[in-house]
């Protein structure tokens, strides 16, 4: 899903038509990309809105160099990060409570075999849909680290910068977002395959 060299240089040159093109084409899959980040769909779709803005009106700074798409996602990922900011949610810091009521729950995990947890997450056989539901039920620090290192591929370095927190803190949030994740994945599992019987 390239954009043709000619339309970028139309962009550039602030003609509606190629920027139509350009929103048809990719506001479904950047919403996608917002929503990761931010529960609300109206103010998603507000930031997914602020992000297009940002791109046609930086456009003339892309250089040609790399992909067209990384650069406008990359954009969008900035905006939904900074409308997190402004929301003021404690996405995370080093200083976060980690000890959630949740987490005196996961106690009876426990004693659960995590192949066992796995063989019923798999036959459950959720839907792309299904586990961006279940994803938006972990705590937002958890969620945003998780989104950053597992779908948009950053290093925990690289987190760790964006969010202005310790390496450490992100490899922390990581590890329980999976925990918490599989717990979550586990326990709908159950509920599905008992309405499927």
Not at 27 to 50: H, P, S, T, W
Not at 114 to 125: E, T, Y
Request: hydrophobic share 40%; charged share 30%; aromatic share 10%.
């Amino acid at each position: 899903m390239t954009v043709p060299k000619k339309i970028i240089r139309q962009c550039k040159q602030y003609n509606k038509k190629a920027q139509a093109y350009i929103f048809e084409k990719y506001a479904y899959n950047f919403l996608g990309i917002c929503l990761r980040y931010i529960k609300d769909r109206a103010k998603a779709e507000d930031v997914m809105q602020d992000a297009f803005v940002t791109i046609f009106s930086k456009i003339n700074q892309y250089k040609g160099t790399g992909s067209f798409e990384g650069w406008m996602k990359r954009i969008t990922l900035n905006t939904a990060l900074i409308q997190l900011r402004k929301d003021k949610k404690e996405i995370v810091s080093d200083n976060f409570d980690y000890i959630e009521a949740d987490e005196n729950k996961s106690k009876q995990n426990e004693d659960l075999n995590p192949s066992d947890m796995q063989s019923v997450i798999k036959h459950a056989k959720f839907q792309q849909c299904e586990i961006i539901e279940i994803m938006n039920e972990l705590p937002e620090g958890f969620k945003t680290v998780f989104n950053l290192y597992v779908i948009e591929g950053m290093m925990h370095k690289e987190i760790a910068k964006e969010l202005n927190i310790s390496i450490g803190t992100s490899k922390s949030q990581l590890l329980r977002a999976r925990a918490k994740l599989k717990v979550l994945l586990y326990k709908k599992a159950l509920i599905k395959l008992r309405k499927q019987n």
